[in-house]
C-alpha cells in the first residue's frame, strides 16, 4: 500500500469518525434534557412517597457529597412544623454506585429507605430494591445500622450472596442520618427550610 492509499484510507476514516461525532452530539443534545426532566420528576414522586404525613412538598435545605457524589436533603413539614428530614445518598455496591433516598423522623431514626437507581447484579444485588430488605431499616437508630450474617439481631440482615450491596445501601442510609444528626439534632432546619422558600 502507498503512503497516497494510506492517507486515503486515513482521511476516509476520519470523515466517518466526525460524522458519528456529530451525530452523536446531535442525539444527546436533543435527549439529555428530556433524561434530566424525567429523572427530576421520578425523584419528586419519590420524595412526596417518603413523607405521606407532610402536608407539604419536601423544601431542599442543602447539599452534600457522600462517596463524592452529588446529593440533596430536605426539610418535611406538617402544618408549618417540621416533623422530619429526607437526604439523598449514595453507597458504592458491587458494580454500581447506589443511589438512595433516606427519610427520617425528628428522633432521627428511619422511618423509610427507597433505592432511586443502581446497577448491581440481577437476580443477587438487586434485591436490594425488595421490601423485605428495605423495611429492615425503619425505626433504626443510627447505632443499628450495621450489616450482620446472622439472625437474631435487631441489625440489617445481609441479602445473601450479595453483602456488598447490602454494606453499600446500609453505608449509604448510616452516612445520611450522621449528617442530619449532626446538622439538624438542634433543630435549625425551620429557619433554613423557610430561607429557602423566599
Known amino acids: 500500500m502507498t503512503i497516497k492509499e494510506i492517507m486515503k484510507v486515513t482521511a476516509g476514516l476520519a470523515i466517518i469518525y466526525l460524522i458519528g461525532g456529530v451525530l452523536l452530539a446531535g442525539v444527546y443534545a436533543k435527549t439529555s434534557p428530556v433524561i434530566f426532566k424525567k429523572a427530576k420528576e421520578e425523584k419528586e414522586a419519590a420524595l412526596k412517597k417518603m413523607a405521606p404525613e407532610a402536608d407539604a412538598a419536601p423544601v431542599k435545605i442543602g447539599d452534600w457529597e457522600p462517596v463524592h457524589k452529588h446529593a440533596e436533603y430536605y426539610s418535611v413539614t406538617k402544618g408549618g412544623e417540621t416533623i422530619g428530614y429526607i437526604?439523598?445518598?449514595?453507597?458504592?455496591?458491587?458494580?454500581?454506585?447506589?443511589?438512595?433516598?433516606?427519610?427520617?423522623?425528628?428522633?432521627?431514626?428511619?422511618?423509610?429507605?427507597?433505592?432511586?437507581?443502581?446497577?448491581?447484579?440481577?437476580?443477587?444485588?438487586?434485591?436490594i430494591e425488595r421490601a423485605y430488605f428495605k423495611d429492615q431499616y425503619e425505626g433504626k437508630a443510627i447505632e443499628l445500622l450495621e450489616v450482620v450474617k446472622l439472625e437474631g439481631t435487631e441489625?440489617?440482615?445481609?441479602?445473601?450472596?450479595?453483602?456488598?450491596?447490602?454494606?453499600?445501601?446500609?453505608?449509604?442510609?448510616?452516612?445520611?442520618?450522621?449528617?442530619l444528626k449532626e446538622k439538624y439534632e438542634g433543630g435549625e432546619a425551620i429557619a433554613e427550610a423557610k430561607e429557602a422558600k423566599e
Do not use: C, Q, W
Open 87 to 127: 437526604a439523598e445518598t449514595y453507597g458504592k455496591g458491587y458494580s454500581s454506585y447506589i443511589n438512595i433516598l433516606v427519610a427520617v423522623g425528628k428522633d432521627f431514626k428511619v422511618r423509610k429507605i427507597n433505592i432511586l437507581h443502581h446497577a448491581e447484579t440481577p437476580g443477587l444485588g438487586d434485591e
Open 155 to 179: 441489625k440489617i440482615l445481609a441479602i445473601s450472596g450479595a453483602t456488598i450491596s447490602s454494606r453499600a445501601v446500609t453505608k449509604g442510609v448510616k452516612d445520611a442520618v450522621a449528617m
